[in-house]
């Protein structure tokens, strides 16, 4: 026999904003993010933890979306590609993206930019050793990583700069 | 097909008793092996129980006594204390050697160990340091060493209505030091074709008094491997001691052929990363990095 099972509601903060949402018990908040919220920022790569193509951040700290249960977001604030940008004014890290032309078909530059995000927030003057490391998790098919790496650092030196 | 549950109980008792309720639930920490064996159709579970709502299982602390660990704090919380991987380097950096930034960012030891792959990073440096596994259920808890914990690929002593909730790390005896290396082809996102860990105690002259030797993936379950520490324990590392432990590690080691590497490669390299776990173990106890 089937049994319907009703669908979960999960009460949650979504970039600063509360949002409500329906799930499944198995569903991803990948998937929810995407079909139940609208927010297609965050990408599909994998599905299995390897790309980092789906990477958020929930209470502050990375996480790849995939392996996140949408229903665990009750509570839980999740920041996502589409709250990295502050009151219009793009990141630093998505800014030098533009400025090195650091993606080609853009795919992984969400995850990526989010993980680069949350390296800056631990480690704000990295060295290229732990901007490699620290990313390792996010995966690029086109451009390549030496650009991404270049855009990283540039960053994290204009962020030193406007602090000092 | 019925729908998937989601429970998130927010006490022990409450995960046993959903535990019994559905003996197809299974428990979920941070889900990074859980999800995708889901995804694949390796695991068919009726309900995905979170014990991430549960206090005890997603803190942990640090007394004289040593270190409780709830079995789902992720790794990259635990790797953010100062005072973790100043008393225990060797688990930290089995910790920090995990999947990726993201994944690190969901995994726990307490998953790593319930996983139970022979190639799993952390339980070698925790059996090192005589860490043990305090198990809930509807019987009350018991506390078993580490290395009795997994018993076969993908398998526990976990019972029906069971669950692992501390890792308990005893505090390190003065002297002392850990240390935890692997070979993988690539430097970093893969998985070990060999582990191993080492621990051990000096006296003030720098001889060797204690020692535990642990490897992995050369075998379905961690190996703890006596005869090398034996080899080690009175000695100050010289090179006959550093020889005679390698031996017995490469002896003690019963791999598999298989894509990451040939039993014959890994029995060498069990030898070598024992050797070298153990040097940089010595090196740490006598106050060095």
């Known amino acids: ?164 | 097909m019925s729908a998937i549950r989601y429970e998130a109980p927010t006490s022990i008792p409450d995960a046993i008793r959903l535990m019994q309720a559905d003996p197809a639930a299974t428990v979920m920490a941070g889900g990074t092996d859980l999800l995708v064996q889901f995804r694949a159709g390796i695991k068919r579970p009726s309900a995905f129980i979170d014990i991430k709502r549960i206090p005890d299982l997603v803190r942990f602390s640090i007394d004289p006594n040593g270190l409780t660990l709830g079995a789902a704090v992720s790794a990259a919380e635990l790797g953010e204390s100062v005072e973790f991987k100043r008393l225990w380097p060797g688990i930290a950096e089995a910790a920090a050697l995990i999947g990726s930034t993201q994944i690190q960012g969901r995994g726990s030891l307490g998953g790593n160990l319930c996983n139970a792959s022979p190639a799993a990073d952390t339980p070698c440096p925790l059996i090192v340091n005589h860490a043990d596994c305090v198990i809930a259920g509807p019987e009350g808890r018991r506390s078993i060493p580490v290395e009795q914990f997994v018993i076969a690929p993908g398998k526990t002593v976990l019972k029906a209505g069971e669950f692992l909730v501390t890792i308990r790390v005893p505090r390190p005896r003065p002297i002392t030091a850990d240390a935890y290396l692997r070979l993988t082809p690539r430097s970093e996102m893969d998985i070990a074709v060999v582990g191993c860990a080492v621990s051990l105690t000096l006296d003030t002259n720098g001889v060797c008094t204690a020692a535990r030797v642990a490897l992995a993936a050369v075998a379905p379950t961690p190996v703890l491997v006596p005869e090398a520490a034996q080899a080690l324990i009175g000695s100050r590392l010289d090179e006959d001691a550093l020889s005679r432990a390698a031996a017995a590690a490469s002896a003690a080691a019963r791999p598999i052929d298989d894509k990451r590497g040939t039993i014959v490669y890994r029995r060498q390299i069990a030898g070598v990363l024992t050797r070298r776990a153990a040097a940089i173990a010595w090196r740490r106890a006598k106050g060095g990095n």
Not at chain 1, 94 to 107: D, P, R, T, V
Request: glycine share 8%; hydrophobic share 40%.
């Open chain 1, 1 to 164: 026999m089937v049994t319907e099972v009703s669908r979960i509601h999960v009460d949650t903060t979504i970039n600063s904003e509360p949002v409500e949402f329906l799930c499944d018990g198995s569903q991803s908040l990948l998937s929810a993010l995407r079909d139940e919220v609208g927010l297609t920022g965050t990408k599909e790569g994998c599905s299995t933890g390897d790309c980092g193509a789906c990477s958020i951040l929930l209470d502050g700290r990375l996480v790849p979306s995939c392996l996140v249960l949408a229903a665990e977001a009750q509570g839980r604030s999740v920041t996502t590609i589409e709250g990295i940008a502050q009151d219009g004014h793009l990141h630093p890290v998505q800014q030098q993206f533009l400025q090195h032309a650091a993606l080609q078909c853009g795919i992984c530059t969400p995850g990526f930019i989010v993980a680069a995000k949350a390296l800056l927030d631990a480690i704000p003057n990295p060295t290229e050793t732990e901007a490699r490391y620290w990313l390792a998790g996010n995966l690029c098919r086109c451009t390549g990583y030496d650009k991404i790496i270049r855009a990283v650092m540039d960053a994290a030196a204009e962020t030193q700069k406007a602090t000092v």
